[in-house]
């Protein structure tokens, strides 16, 4: 006897919580329907808090759903080059300093370099392409040429850009990309959760009301009860949401970051457009040169 009147205590907060669950889904089917009556209304204030947080996460979706391409080293050349582990896979960098070598260092040094490539993949941002295919050029042209010495200066540059580009990349994803989803899925998460908590909470109030109309006499007590404890788990559950949203709308960090994002990009632009300022003026001179050695070649 006594384990059955163990296992009856163990049963009814079960077959409470069952019965609840059904009277929120049938309250929910009754409102789909539209016979549903007397749906409790939830304060103006609460709707449109509602309204601004979806809007904030829908913005904080979207920025999310574009920034992660940061954390993609090649977005902005998709189609890269089927560049082999040999000498156009190298960076310029690596290539200047093969010059001082000596012929057993320079061997020794590319046995290193394709053991080191193996293992490490060459940088694949659009720059650090151009810079190796004109390094590349500039090989088969010679410096002396006008040509040849222009791709050798643009290449330099290019594998610089390239670098920059990648400190702003991993700025970006660390002062942004990261804080924002960790927000997204933290606070405004936190938010979404209790706003589903105050649905449920309005459902089984609803549901209660619903009961407590066609109670029995000898049940109407006992129903006018659970509708008060369903209206005081709905009010609490209405506060709890509107604080949580109040301090999504609140929060200046999603601001911060966005500042942020913009001072890596200005960063970026702003060291790219230096060194591209420095090397236009050369690259000019040189097809000022080129130009003139066509036409004395042409009147000759």
């Known amino acids: 006897m006594d384990q059955f009147k163990a296992f009856s205590q163990q049963l009814n907060p079960l077959a409470a919580k069952l019965n609840k669950q059904f009277g929120q889904v049938k309250q929910f089917a009754q409102e789909k329907m539209g016979t549903a009556e007397d749906i409790t209304e939830l304060p103006q204030e609460y709707k449109d808090l509602e309204k601004r947080v979806d809007a904030l996460r829908n913005m ?4 999310l759903r574009v920034t992660r391409t ?4 090649s977005y902005d050349y998709p189609a890269q080059l089927q560049e082999t582990l040999g000498d156009f896979g190298r960076t310029v960098t690596d290539k200047i300093q093969q010059v001082a070598l000596s012929p057993a ?23 650090h392409a151009l810079s190796r295919a004109s390094f590349h050029g500039s090989e088969q042209l010679g410096l002396e040429e006008p040509m040849g010495s222009a791709l050798f200066k643009f290449a330099t540059v290019q594998e610089k850009i390239g670098d920059f580009r990648m400190k702003m990349d991993q700025e970006i994803t660390t002062k942004f990309v990261q804080p924002f989803g960790t927000t997204l899925n933290t606070q405004i998460g936190f938010a979404m959760k209790a706003r589903k908590n105050v649905q449920n909470a309005r459902l089984s109030l609803d549901s209660a009301k619903a009961q407590y109309k066609t109670a029995r006499p000898e049940r109407s007590e006992a129903s006018r009860v659970e509708v008060e404890q369903a209206e ?13 949203m109040k301090t999504v709308l609140e929060n ?7 500042a942020d994002l913009v001072a890596a990009q200005l960063a970026f632009y702003k060291e790219a457009q230096e060194i591209l300022a420095d090397v236009a003026p050369e690259i000019d001179e040189l097809s000022v040169t080129q130009e003139a050695l066509y036409r004395n070649s042409r009147s000759e």
């Open 60 to 63: 904080h979706t979207d920025l």
């Open 252 to 258: 200046p960090e999603p601001l911060r970051h966005l």
């Open 232 to 244: 005081d788990l709905f009010v609490a559950a209405l506060e709890e949401a509107t604080t949580l």
């Open 105 to 127: 260092e320079k061997a020794a040094s590319e046995a290193a370099a394709l053991e080191e490539r193996k293992e490490v993949a060459p940088p694949k941002t659009l720059s």
């Open 70 to 73: 940061y954390q993609n080293s």
